[in-house]
Nanobody, 116 residues
């Protein structure tokens, strides 16, 4: 069955970096656009960045431009979110997701906490 498993989150000081990973299984990963979302306490989940099957990326959250980079390794069925210059307001649960027709699949999320 389809499965998305995120990892790489943790506690980091402001200005630090983390690389989040999402390992996919159960579908032909290389043919699908993949997304990273995040949910901060008290807010709706927001789309952070998207990457097409061919590797083109698009930012959807202005606040992370220049600090976050999405990438993918189709051979490893993995999508990454490299974060840098982290700020306390980046504290959130980060999720990867994708969609097949009308069905949307989500991982369980990985917690990123930015605090001194």
């Amino acid at each position: 069955q389809v499965q998305l498993v995120e990892s790489g989150g943790g506690l980091v000081q402001p200005g630090g970096s983390l690389r989040l990973s999402c390992v996919a299984s159960g579908f032909t990963f290389s043919t699908y656009r993949m997304n990273w979302y995040r949910r901060t306490p008290g807010k709706e989940r927001e789309l952070v960045e998207r990457i097409t099957s061919s590797g083109d990326s698009t930012f959807y959250t202005d606040s992370v431009k220049g600090r976050f980079t999405i990438s993918r390794d189709n051979a490893a069925n993995t999508v990454y979110l490299q974060t840098s210059s982290l700020k306390p307001e980046d504290t959130a649960v980060y999720y990867c997701n994708f969609q097949i027709s009308s069905r949307v699949y989500w991982g369980q999320g990985t917690q990123v906490t930015v605090s001194s």
